[in-house]
């Protein structure tokens, strides 16, 4: 029957000053312990690069149904940000 292991004194890393926190293994692998909104906010925003910049606006033109919605969300980003 095989031995579990126990760690007894587990070592935490991160790598952006406490906004994500993983646990260390001792093979190098990590384990996601937790994670703060503001990091999981982050890992989106690099997601959602690709939707701006030259190549989402030939996408946009080339789908003008892509393009009613962006205009759509403009709008509404910019009357809510306008009012902070």
Do not use: C, F
Request: charged residues 35%.
């Amino acid at each position: 029957m095989p031995r579990k292991v126990r760690r007894i004194n587990p070592i935490y890393v991160s790598p952006d000053g406490g906004e994500t926190v993983y646990e260390q293994l001792p093979n190098g692998d990590r384990i996601l312990v937790e994670q703060s909104q503001r990091a999981k906010d982050e890992e989106r925003a690099y997601e959602e690069e690709e939707m701006v910049g030259a190549d989402a606006i030939e996408l946009r033109r080339k789908y003008p149904t892509l393009q009613k919605a962006w205009d759509k969300y403009l709008t509404v980003w910019h009357l809510i940000n306008g009012n902070q």
